[in-house]
T-cell receptor, first 115, second 110 residues
Framework: DVKVTQSSRYLVKRTGEKVFLECVQD?????MFWYRQDPGLGLRLIYFSYDVKMKEKGDIPEGYSVSREKKERFSLILESASTNQTSMYLC??????????????FGPGTRLTVL | GQNIDQPTEMTATEGAIVQINCTYQ??????LFWYQQHAGEAPTFLSYNVLDGLEEKGRFSSFLSRSKGYSYLLLKELQMKDSASYLCAVRDPQGQNFVFGPGTRLSVLP
């Protein structure tokens, strides 16, 4: 079974702090994704990566950056946390091929609260 | 751009059948996925459609009509454990990412 893990389930930070969210997958997947999930808005893509050191902006990249130095690890960085970044953050990975094999596997999520 | 629409909430009775609709307006299409998400948990894959028609998988089936930009997820013999949110997602043909709908929260009542 594919396993996607995230560094924290719950995180509380203060406005202006730098925040690191880590995601690790163990199935040698090419693609990795960071989403945030808010009530009524569904999952919105922040950034994704299709290869080591490669990254693409999603729909809402403002206020975030990412790092992928190793294939299995994809980090989301909030340079200066703000209260409107309070949300559930979900990491996902996929094999990167077309069709059914492009199914995304999600981590358990990190619920971030910015005070 | 891409827009995906689903009903916000639905309620059904244990043992019944429920159909959850998803409509999409996209600049292209390269497959549609359905995911199930229980409260406080990660989404998990349910089904995939890329051609028109019905895909059946046990109690769950998913239908696609590309010409109408429409899909539905059909759940039969509903069980209490089916209470969850159901997410529709369309794959972007230009790249590797997906666009998700807002999700439908299904409540199964005894």
């Amino acid at each position: 079974d594919v396993k996607v893990t995230q560094s924290s389930r719950y995180l509380v930070k203060r406005t202006g702090e730098k925040v690191f969210l880590e995601c690790v997958q163990d199935m040698d997947h090419e693609n990795m994704f960071w989403y945030r999930q808010d009530p009524g808005l569904g999952l919105r893509l922040i950034y994704f990566s299709y290869d080591v050191k490669m990254k693409e902006k999603g729909d809402i990249p403002e206020g975030y950056s990412v790092s992928r130095e190793k294939k299995e690890r994809f980090s989301l960085i909030l340079e200066s946390a703000s209260t409107n970044q309070t949300s559930m953050y979900l990491c996902a990975s996929s094999l990167g091929l077309q069709g059914r094999t492009d199914t995304q596997y999600f981590g358990p999520g990190t619920r971030l609260t910015v005070l | 751009g891409q827009n995906i629409d689903q009903p916000t909430e639905m309620t059904a009775t244990e043992g019944a059948i429920v159909q959850i609709n998803c409509t999409y307006q996209t600049s292209g299409f390269n497959g549609l996925f359905w995911y199930q998400q229980h409260a406080g948990e990660a989404p998990t894959f349910l089904s995939y459609n890329v051609l028109d028609g019905l895909e059946e998988k046990g109690r769950f089936s998913s239908f696609l009509s590309r010409s109408k930009g429409y899909s539905y997820l059909l759940l039969k013999e509903l069980q209490m454990k089916d209470s969850a949110s159901y997410l529709c997602a369309v794959r972007d043909p230009q790249g590797q990412n997906f666009v998700f709908g807002p999700g439908t929260r299904l409540s199964v009542l005894p």
